[in-house]
């Protein structure tokens, strides 16, 4: 069999190892990267990398805010974040969508939905060393003293030494129609995570406050000597190298001119294809399936969507080169 067959069998094995290596590099840079954003998040208490922060006097209730950003930013999945500036441990909490929880302990713990915001009742998630006399137990369910009050505790945080919040607050649902609803705005420190610049514009203006940008990300990857774009070469480099030995693979496959004229010579370069494509597909299936039981991964669908469109480029190049390249003679 004439084509990729006939390449010289140790050099066939090690281009074919390069590239094997180029897309576990890949895989371990994208390890690495969403490892490191999974980290961002938990150390930045659920929200996104970056986010706007408004500091306002106005003697306004939340629930005024809420309804302001339920109306006019409907389209946006939006997080709001109060911290209070009396009390360093409390943390109100709105959402208009499911967010993402952060990693709670215990069996039947979690954090908050969507429909805990909707409600009326206002529920509590404490942190890995809330205050023990803050604390009720009453038949096996345990709440927390707030204001005279006893709130409901559905989940504790999993302690995270990273965090820039101190171990002990606790975050409390807000809503529309809950109680927390009817504390004022200038008594907290609002954080608002989803919006576009031209959003924030507008609830500043509605706040009377200016809107502060806080890239987290950034200072993060400051504070832990992170160079997100090193990730980003080394990336771009493992999938050229790909390409590349790929085409190489390809160029050095050689066909009879007279041979291809005829049915047998035409398989030979079909059979040639079928092989390479294989080959690969099966290397990235390897990838695909073992490497996740040893690193981290927070979303392998976005692995495999890349290492798709890797191997579609990857197939029209090889094939492209074998078909329309000029071949030579034997």
Same mark, same amino acid.
């Given at each position: ?80 974040? @109060? +911290? ?7 943390? !109100? =909490?709105?959402?208009?969508?499911? /967010?993402?929880?952060?990693?709670? &302990? ?115 990857? @400051? +504070? ?7 990730? !980003? =070469?080394?990336?771009?480099?493992? /999938?050229?190298?790909?390409?590349? &030995? ?85």
């Amino acid at each position: 069999m004439r084509g990729f067959l006939k390449l010289n069998n140790m050099k066939k094995f090690l281009l074919i190892v390069t590239i094997f290596l180029a897309f576990v590099g890949l895989a371990f840079t994208i390890s690495i990267k969403q490892s490191q954003n999974a980290d961002i998040i938990l150390t930045n208490n659920g929200l996104s990398s970056s986010y706007c922060v408004y500091q306002p006097n106005l003697k306004l209730k939340i629930r005024k805010l809420l309804q302001y950003l339920d109306k006019n930013c409907k389209s946006s999945k939006l997080q709001v974040q @109060l +911290k209070s500036k009396y009390d360093t441990d409390e943390i !109100l =909490v709105w959402a208009n969508y499911n /967010i993402k929880g952060q990693p709670v &302990i215990g069996d039947n713990a979690r954090y908050f939905n969507k429909a805990e915001f909707q409600g009326n009742v206002t529920f509590a998630v404490i942190s890995a060393h809330t205050p023990v006399a803050n604390i009720v137990t009453s038949q096996n369910n345990r709440y927390l003293k707030y204001e005279g009050q006893y709130i409901s505790i559905i989940g504790q945080l999993k302690a995270n030494d990273q965090s820039e919040i101190q171990q002990s607050a606790y975050y409390l649902t807000t809503g529309i129609q809950q109680q927390t609803g009817n504390n004022t705005l200038n008594n907290y420190k609002i954080i608002v995570d989803g919006l576009n610049k031209k959003q924030a514009k507008k609830v500043g203006h509605f706040l009377k406050a200016k809107a502060i940008w806080v890239n987290f990300a950034q200072t993060y990857n @400051l +504070k832990h000597r992170i160079n997100p774009t090193k990730k !980003l =070469v080394f990336g771009i480099i493992c /999938i050229l190298f790909i390409w590349g &030995i790929s085409a190489m693979i390809a160029y050095n496959c050689h066909f009879n001119r007279r041979d291809l004229a005829i049915t047998k010579g035409k398989h030979s370069m079909i059979v040639n294809i079928l092989q390479f494509n294989i080959i690969n597909f099966i290397m990235i299936c390897i990838i695909y399936f073992i490497v996740p039981m040893v690193w981290f991964y927070s979303n392998s669908s976005a692995v495999l969507k890349l290492f798709i469109f890797i191997f579609i480029i990857q197939s029209a190049i090889y094939d492209g080169i074998i078909f329309f390249r000029p071949k030579r003679r034997q």
